[in-house]
């Protein structure tokens, strides 16, 4: 029986199935960052690098199948490497491009907010358990909708934030945020979608917003 065993020896026999698939990887990696989808140019390579990784593993499986004298010898490291691969591939297509693209829909929502269907803004502390402010005036909400349409993407880091709020805007559609006042940008807001279900709250990825700030020093500070 034989054995399954991976050595080094087999890794180095593989080249012909390794050099396309980093080769198409890094393709679509740089493909990704110039696109640029996502907000955060790291994502963008991923992203590419991954979707890229297909068409270089069936170029490699191909090459390495007719070209490689030892192939039967070798065949578990590409099966494994194979496995590896795909993994990262259904990682990207099922998990972060849904993700990603469910960001990005949020942010162009929350960029073109029509104050005629919103009928009310709450503001809670950052717990979402005690009201500070109700907003039902028509021309505070035109207020809130005008300021939040510089909203961008924003890709958190460690940022240490003064102050919360919690902020649920009622109409057409419920929205939620999160309102962050952060040291590492302290001329805007940086605001989070969420969804909070009793003391579990859901994040739904970032924005950041410097005319917000003006609406939040005005009605909240």
Known sequence: M???????????????????????????????VAIGYYH?????????????????MLVGTAWHHFAAPNRAQSIHAVRL????????????????IPRMSGEMRR??????????EITQIEVFDE?????LLTVTDPALIAEFALSVSD????????????QSWYVVVSGNARREYELDFCESRPEAVIGGFVSK???????YGSFISQNLRIWVDHNLI
């Open 40 to 56: 955060f140019w790291f994502m963008n390579m991923w992203i590419g690098g991954a979707l890229g990784m297909l068409p270089g």
């Open 197 to 203: 279900n009793g003391h579990s709250t859901r994040h």
């Open 2 to 32: 034989k054995s399954s065993y991976i050595s080094l020896r087999d890794i180095f026999q593989i080249w012909r199935f390794a050099v396309p698939t980093v080769l198409f990887q890094a393709i679509g990696g740089i493909l990704g």
């Open 151 to 162: 909203a961008n993407g924003y890709a958190p880091g460690h940022d240490h934030c003064t």
């Open 81 to 96: 490497l194979a496995c590896i691969g795909g993994a990262i591939i259904l990682m990207a297509v099922f998990g972060a």
């Open 127 to 131: 717990y979402g358990k005690t009201l």
């Open 107 to 116: 942010i162009a929502d929350v960029s073109q907010l029509d104050p005629s």
